[in-house]
């Protein structure tokens, strides 16, 4: 079936740097890309999305970039803290078919 | 308040036995999802629904079947629970199917032995 390849699995960084987490898609229909944050014993959380007639979007240190063309998207968190350790997925989805979710990236941000 | 729940939070059963997973959704959305997660292996869809009685198989549906009669309630049932369905199962919702934020329950951690 279709797939949301992330990568990478693990990333851990140093606090007040820079984390990036990059996602590709398979099906070129689809135009809705939302980012997950799953913190330990919870349930997964939107932080933010990204729809197809943008490139880029940013809210509160987090920037999602979108490249069509590629069948590429990125999570970047600027400034890490340590409430940003948690995991994240990414997913794709259109309004002809349902989400699918990446294997997710389990970010530790160091003190 | 945008809520999905779930009952019960966590379950121990034996193998063999029938598992009944329970969520509900204050929304009004119409769909609904079912999903299981495993360490590393992230979220699987196991069943999602479209609306009442309108349910399609997701991507690990085998040993799972599910019953919506209400739009706001969504069943995950397991028939003779094998205990390689120890995981956490989520509930999940959305106004619409395809490109749209889903609503996740807070999960049952569910330990067959």
């Known amino acids: 079936g279709e797939q949301v390849e992330q990568l990478p699995s693990i990333l851990r960084v140093q606090e007040g740097s820079s984390a990036s987490i990059n996602c590709t898609y398979e099906n070129s229909a689809s135009n809705y890309f939302p980012w997950y944050k799953q913190e330990p014993g919870e349930n997964p959380k939107l932080i933010i999305d990204i729809r197809s007639n943008m490139e880029r979007k940013q809210t509160q240190g987090l920037i999602v970039l979108l490249d069509k063309k590629a069948k590429r998207f990125s999570l970047h968190i600027t400034d890490t803290q340590p409430g940003d350790s948690a995991m994240y997925f990414c997913a794709a989805s259109s309004n002809t078919n349902k989400v699918v979710f990446g294997t997710g990236t389990r970010l530790q941000v160091l003190p | 308040d945008m809520k999905v729940t779930q009952m019960p939070r966590y379950l121990i059963k034996r193998m063999g036995e029938n598992v009944l997973l329970e969520c509900g959704q204050d929304?009004?959305?119409?769909?609904m999802y079912w999903y299981r997660q495993d360490p590393g292996l992230g979220l699987q869809l196991i069943y999602i629904s479209y609306d009442v009685d309108s349910n399609s198989e997701g991507d690990i549906p085998k040993g799972y079947r599910v019953s919506r009669k209400k739009r706001e309630h969504f069943s995950l049932i397991l028939d003779s629970a094998k205990t390689n369905q120890t995981s956490v199962y989520f509930c999940?919702?959305?106004?619409?199917?395809?490109?749209?934020?889903?609503?996740f329950g807070p999960g049952t951690r569910l330990t067959v032995l």
């Open positions: 999940a919702s959305s106004r619409d199917w395809g490109a749209y934020e889903q609503y």
């Open positions: 929304m009004s959305h119409e769909t």
